[in-house]
């Protein structure tokens, strides 16, 4: 039963009712139902006044135990595992073409929060996804992210994933290209950070699949100190001046 009468949100646009469970939030003619831990996120948040906007839905049941709300500016998506979380924007947008919550990602384990970059990032149980203007919203799971993150994530020198994750054809090692070159991890081989300027000396030579085979060390500065060496199964990449060749 209602607990109090409509009043006006702090904003003037619109109303909210108390209820015995929650709250409905009215605006532009369509009210919304929030209750439980959605309507406490939400509230959290700043509520209409917040990031999120007003409701555009009421709280949703999940066949798998969960629940969500859509509003104008994001969604609240709770399960029992990972609590109530807010994904907004582009984050959102890759994550909702991924299948939501039932794509390989899951459930998000934190809100979209801000890198200091100027990027945007958020957690999910099967991953993360990371988005900047110049690089788009990318999605990094597994064993590179980790990698990855060992590397100083997007404040290192590799700085922000420019695809999503991906393991090789031969499925032989899982990867991910980023801003300041590429990670390579071997299930034999190890993990191995081949610079940009190497990178595209070795795809010139066909990449994994061709006669150079996978990274078997680092790039290490040559004897001149000019340019870089990296050692593959099948020969070497020389780089300088930004070229590396075959």
Not at 67 to 74: T, V
Not at 146 to 155: M, P, S, T
Not at 172 to 193: E, K, N, P, V
């Given at each position: 039963y209602p607990t109090s009468d409509a009043v006006p949100t702090a904003?003037?646009?619109?109303?909210?009712?108390?209820?015995?469970?929650g709250e409905v939030y009215a605006a532009s003619g369509a009210g919304h139902a929030l209750h439980g831990p959605v309507r406490d996120r939400f509230t959290a948040a700043g509520g209409p006044a917040g990031e999120l906007g007003y409701p555009t839905t009421g709280v949703r049941a999940l066949p798998d135990g969960g629940a969500f709300a859509h509003f104008e500016n994001g969604s609240i998506y709770w399960s029992p595992a990972?609590?109530?979380?807010?994904?907004?924007g582009a984050v959102r947008q890759?994550?909702?073409?991924?299948?939501?919550?039932?794509?390989?990602?899951?459930?998000p384990t934190s809100d979209v929060v801000d890198l200091p970059g100027g990027g945007r990032a958020a957690s999910f149980q099967g991953g993360a996804i990371y988005w900047s203007a110049a690089t788009?919203?990318?999605v990094v799971g597994g064993p590179v992210r980790d990698a990855?993150?060992?590397?100083?994530?997007?404040?290192g020198d590799l700085g922000m994933p420019t695809a999503d994750s991906a393991a090789t054809a031969d499925g032989l090692a899982q990867y991910g290209h980023f801003q300041g070159g590429s990670l390579y991890l071997h299930r034999d081989l190890g993990t191995r950070l081949v610079p940009g300027d190497v990178l595209l000396g070795w795809q010139e030579g066909g990449g994994p699949a061709?006669?150079?085979?996978?990274?078997?060390?680092?790039?290490?500065p040559t004897a001149d100190g000019v340019g870089v060496v990296m050692a593959f199964?099948?020969?070497?990449?020389?780089?300088?001046?930004?070229a590396g060749h075959a």
């Amino acid at each position: 039963y209602p607990t109090s009468d409509a009043v006006p949100t702090a904003d003037g646009v619109g109303v909210v009712m108390a209820f015995q469970g929650g709250e409905v939030y009215a605006a532009s003619g369509a009210g919304h139902a929030l209750h439980g831990p959605v309507r406490d996120r939400f509230t959290a948040a700043g509520g209409p006044a917040g990031e999120l906007g007003y409701p555009t839905t009421g709280v949703r049941a999940l066949p798998d135990g969960g629940a969500f709300a859509h509003f104008e500016n994001g969604s609240i998506y709770w399960s029992p595992a990972t609590g109530a979380r807010v994904v907004t924007g582009a984050v959102r947008q890759r994550w909702a073409a991924t299948g939501w919550q039932n794509g390989a990602l899951g459930y998000p384990t934190s809100d979209v929060v801000d890198l200091p970059g100027g990027g945007r990032a958020a957690s999910f149980q099967g991953g993360a996804i990371y988005w900047s203007a110049a690089t788009g919203a990318r999605v990094v799971g597994g064993p590179v992210r980790d990698a990855w993150l060992a590397a100083g994530g997007d404040a290192g020198d590799l700085g922000m994933p420019t695809a999503d994750s991906a393991a090789t054809a031969d499925g032989l090692a899982q990867y991910g290209h980023f801003q300041g070159g590429s990670l390579y991890l071997h299930r034999d081989l190890g993990t191995r950070l081949v610079p940009g300027d190497v990178l595209l000396g070795w795809q010139e030579g066909g990449g994994p699949a061709g006669p150079l085979g996978y990274p078997t060390s680092d790039a290490v500065p040559t004897a001149d100190g000019v340019g870089v060496v990296m050692a593959f199964q099948g020969g070497e990449v020389y780089a300088a001046s930004g070229a590396g060749h075959a």
